[in-house]
Antibody, heavy 120, light 115 residues
Framework: EVQLVESGGDLVQPGGSLRLSCAAS????????MHWVRQAPGKGLEWVSR????????TYADSVKGRFTISRDNAKNTVYQQMSSLRPEDTAIYYC?????????????WGQGTLVTVSS | QSALTQPPSASGSPGQSVTMSCTGS?????????VSWYQQHPGKAPKLLIY???NRPSGVPDRFSGSKSGNTASLTVSGLQAEDEADYYC???????????????FGGGTKLTVL
């Protein structure tokens, strides 16, 4: 059974930083592109970032470019998202997700999400 | 990075079929066959229903089907059941002829009500 377990969500002040982690099991992690997707309270899904299986190809949504950094450690089966200069509008549940088909953008595997709250 | 356009709501009675649309542009839905559909129940993580326009992952009932015409993708749910009541989101790859530079955009979601 595939499991993605996010951690690191917390209450942080505007301008602060946070690092999210997502530990994967039950799949050959190094073969999957990984994404972070967020959902603000009562709102829809917003794609945030994506990293290729080898970590060499990375893309971001305009809303987080320059503030968020996605990375991965295939030896630890873990993907990370370093978030800095956080804003109240970054408040959301953050899901990590893995491609079902390599490079297809189809997130077939999802974690349960971790809540990030940006507030003073 | 404009979001894809989905109607905010749809409804149908048990046993009926309902089709939900997802409208993009020639820069996303119209060009790439990387349209996905997700189902999300309240308080739960999204679940992939359809990938690459019309493919179903293992375990997804064949009551769910996807299609595309021009810049609009569609999800059809046949034989509606009470448990189909949920939010449905589409997504697509966007932009760049360089595969490595492409990003993903989601639609705003459609809330499906089973009457």
């Amino acid at each position: 059974e595939v499991q993605l377990v996010e951690s690191g969500g917390d209450l942080v002040q505007p301008g602060g930083s946070l690092r999210l982690s997502c530990a994967a099991s039950g799949l050959t992690f190094r073969n999957h592109w990984m994404h972070w997707v967020r959902q603000a309270p009562g709102k829809g899904l917003e794609w945030v970032s994506r990293i290729s299986s080898d970590g060499r190809s990375i893309t971001y949504a305009d809303s987080v470019k320059g503030r968020f950094t996605i990375s991965r450690d295939n030896a630890k089966n873990t993907v990370y998202q370093q978030m800095s200069s956080l804003r109240p509008e970054d408040t959301a549940i953050y899901y990590c997700a893995g491609d079902l088909v390599l490079g297809s953008g189809s997130c077939g595997y999802w974690g349960q999400g971790t809540l990030v709250t940006v507030s003073s | 990075q404009s979001a894809l356009t989905q109607p905010p709501s749809a409804s149908g009675s048990p046993g009926q079929s309902v089709t939900m649309s997802c409208t993009g542009s020639s820069g996303d839905v119209g060009t790439y066959n990387y349209v996905s559909w997700y189902q999300q129940h309240p308080g739960k993580a999204p679940k992939l229903l359809i990938y690459e326009v019309y493919n179903r992952p293992s375990g997804v009932p064949d009551r769910f089907s996807g299609s595309k015409s021009g810049n609009t993708a569609s999800l059809t749910v046949s034989g509606l059941q009470a448990e189909d009541e949920a939010d449905y989101y589409c997504s697509s790859y966007v932009g760049s002829s360089n595969f490595d530079n492409r990003i993903v955009v989601f639609g705003g979601g459609t809330k499906l009500t089973v009457l």
